[in-house]
């Protein structure tokens, strides 16, 4: 079964759709705009959250590597993620809808990043790590409130 592999590749997925939504609107209803790319931002923050905190250190106590590898690169880029989020976040909340090259700057980063994770860490996850491991992971990221 490939539970996180289907939830990440989901919220992957919802996430896409938000940004689209910005891109179609964002120059013709600036509030709206606004709204989808707050909604886009806190997303991908708490998806990065979920990945780093939770995902990551599985794949790192299993493999054994913690300061390089596959998970180190990903960290890298997130922060990538996160200086285009932010520049965006900027422009937007100034009213400027000019963002075209830091959209297509965050979308090639995202491509590449979501590809890694859908095809190779997150189906490693479900191959790899027990069914406990998986559920208190998918319960920590469906609940993030709840006591472990």
């Known amino acids: 079964m490939n539970e996180i592999t289907d939830f990440m590749g989901k919220d992957h997925d919802r996430l896409d759709g938000t940004f689209k939504e910005f891109q179609n609107v964002k120059n013709h209803d600036l509030n709206q705009a606004k709204n989808l790319f707050s909604q886009l931002k806190s997303g991908l923050e708490r998806h990065i959250v979920w990945e780093e905190e939770i995902l990551f250190p599985i794949f790192e106590n299993r493999t054994g590597m913690h300061n390089g590898g596959p998970t180190f690169v990903m960290r ?15 422009a937007i909340s100034a009213s400027d809808t000019k963002t075209a090259e830091l959209e297509s ?5 995202l491509t590449a990043h979501n590809d890694k ?5 997150y189906p490693w996850i479900d191959k790899s790590a027990t069914e406990q491991e998986k559920q208190a992971s998918l319960q920590r990221m469906k ?3 709840a006591k472990d």
């Open 76 to 90: 890298m880029e997130h922060r990538q993620i996160k200086d285009y989020l932010q520049k965006i976040h900027a």
């Open 143 to 145: 609940n993030p409130d």
């Open 117 to 121: 994770e859908e095809n190779i860490l």
């Open 105 to 109: 700057g965050l979308t090639a980063v």
